[in-house]
């Protein structure tokens, strides 16, 4: 992800004198899109008091199937994701396993291995008294794939709890690029390690700049950036510090629990950040009374028991199956899909598992006058049934990216040269920057608090700055319901071009925006322009069709 984000910020600020961090938030959505297909640590779904969190299912993003086919009596529908699996081992597109291995008295087995042009798909279970307890996650310490000359090949996957059966299900995926060739690989998984939340009191009542020491070795200190209320909000942000190395994973984060008996978790974010430790940000829906009679505890992973067990399986995956099943056409750019969005279509890809809909993006900041368009709805009408998806970039070098918007292949669909397709994309925010307009006059800034209003697109943006010692605050916000957020303003200064403070957002931010403008030395005219802000605009909803039934 933070790859990701550094080049995709070289490629809409090439030239630019400063980064627009919270810009670049938008883009990050295309990201964070597929993620919302998983469960979340913001809301965790718990199954039987069991769940994977974000910090660890983020070395899974995956499409997760489910087959049913004879002898496997377990519930896999429960897992995220669709039953594309199944609908491949159905069709012989996949090898179907019954292997077996034993170690610690834990038997661990393979039951099918489902690939494509680009990726296969393992489907595992677990079969453990671990199974019993309510832990909150489950993993492998190490899963590792070989292939028959010894090379590893990267591998991804989780388990989850399956309450029916009372075993632990799992979908591993890797890279394999079989190219019509049958190839023999092996799979080895080293130790189980379980996982249970510790929450740790606080003595504390959150204000900007406070520091305290926890009694965790993990996690021994916390500082708070910011507490404020917004819109019947509070959002507390803060800086975790960190004993180790890719801390993350084990999910710390701030819980209250209200003098009504519930825990609030809040939604959290964790923020780009040079400087040490973890930064949070997260925004809980208490009222300020609420906030100030809340208790407050640090929740984090901590390690509860652990087998020392290790499983293996030889297995062979055909690569010429997966190639009878590819359906790829090339697809012809829509006009209006390029004039409103900036997006031009190239190819459409049907696999084994999943559909894939390819297309260029216009990225210039010639492009940002116009608008880039984010779409938070994204789906697949196939012969008029829908089928939802989402925006995912495909590739290991950011120099070759591909942009596609993705689809689990549906288990009810067959023929796939006879559908007609329809890609159905709504709820449209659109990203703007336009430096020949959009500029307001701004009075001399003082102690005090002055306000100047600014019509951008067809609403009104409320600013109001002030000095805060050296440095010039800028608030800005909006009472349009299509207005979103100012993503990062900018002065002109007696013709200098000046850009606030970086600061990074979630990417759901919206509403009032806060900016600090730093050590401003101040002299000549001063103007003000909304920079790169964000709306919603349904006007810039599509169907595009595809292609028609033969």
């Not at 697809?331 to 900036?342: H, K, N, P, V, W």
């Not at 006058?369 to 998806?389: H, M």
Request: proline share 4%; glycine share 6%.
């Amino acid at each position: 992800m933070e790859q990701f984000r550094e080049n995709e910020i070289k490629q809409h600020l090439r030239g630019e004198p400063e980064p627009n961090y919270d810009m670049m938030w938008t883009v990050i959505e295309h990201e964070a899109s597929k993620r919302r297909m998983e469960p979340s640590p913001n809301s965790p779904k718990r199954f039987n008091k069991r769940w994977v969190p974000a910090a660890i299912m983020a070395f899974c993003f995956l499409f997760i199937g489910v087959p049913v086919f004879a002898g496997v009596a377990l519930n896999w529908n429960h897992l995220s994701g669709g039953k594309s699996m199944t609908a491949a081992l159905d069709q012989g597109y996949g090898q179907r396993y019954d292997k077996q291995a034993v170690s610690e008295g834990v038997t661990m087995s393979l039951h099918g291995v489902v690939a494509d042009d680009e990726k296969m798909k393992l489907l595992v279970s677990l079969d453990t008294e671990l199974a019993s307890i309510a832990y909150d996650a489950i993993e492998f310490e190490q899963v590792r794939l070989t292939d028959s000359s010894g090379q590893s090949v990267p591998l991804q996957g989780q388990l989850q709890f399956d309450a029916q059966s009372g075993k632990l299900l799992g979908i591993y995926e890797a890279s394999a690029q079989l190219q019509k060739k049958k190839k023999r690989y092996t799979l080895t998984a080293e130790s189980l390690n379980c996982y249970q939340y510790k929450e740790e009191p606080l003595r504390l009542e959150p204000h900007s700049g406070q520091m305290i020491t926890t009694e965790v070795n993990r996690f021994p200190s916390l500082q708070f950036e910011s507490v404020k209320e917004t819109d019947g909000q509070m959002i507390v942000r803060y800086n975790i510090m960190t004993s180790g190395v890719k801390e993350e994973r084990w999910d710390p984060h701030l819980i209250l629990k209200t003098s009504k008996g519930g825990t609030d978790q809040g939604v959290r974010t964790i923020l780009p950040h040079k400087g040490a430790g973890l930064l949070i940000q997260q925004e809980f829906d208490l009222s300020e009374q609420e906030w100030a009679g809340a208790e407050f505890f640090l929740s984090y992973l901590d390690k509860a028991d652990r087998v020392d067990g290790s499983w293996k399986f030889d297995f062979d995956v055909d690569g010429k199956k997966a190639a009878e099943a590819l359906v790829s056409s090339n697809l012809q750019a829509d006009s209006e899909l390029e004039r409103i969005a900036g997006k031009s279509l190239q190819q459409l890809l049907i696999t084994p598992l999943e559909i894939q809909v390819g297309y260029t993006e216009d990225q210039s900041m010639e492009r940002m006058k116009e608008g880039s368009v984010w779409y938070n709805t994204v789906r697949l009408a196939v012969d008029g049934k829908e089928i939802d998806g989402g925006f995912n970039l495909l590739g290991d070098d950011s120099s070759s990216y591909r942009h596609v918007y993705q689809f689990e292949s549906p288990e009810w669909y067959k023929d796939w040269h006879q559908a007609s397709l329809q890609l159905v994309l709504k709820d449209a925010v659109v990203t703007k920057r336009d430096l020949t307009k959009n500029w307001v006059a701004l009075q001399q800034p003082k102690k005090e608090k002055q306000h100047v209003q600014l019509e951008v697109e067809d609403f009104l943006v409320k600013f109001t700055y002030y000095m805060d010692g050296e440095d010039l605050i800028v608030e800005s916000e909006s009472d349009s319901p299509r207005f979103k957020v100012i993503n990062q303003s900018m002065l002109r200064a007696a013709g200098e071009d000046i850009y606030p403070k970086m600061v990074a957002h979630g990417p759901s931010q919206s509403g009032k925006k806060v900016e600090r403008y730093e050590n401003l030395q101040l002299s000549g005219s001063l103007e003000l322009n909304p920079g790169f802000y964000s709306f919603f605009d349904p006007e810039r909803d599509i169907e595009v069709q595809l292609n028609k039934a033969r």
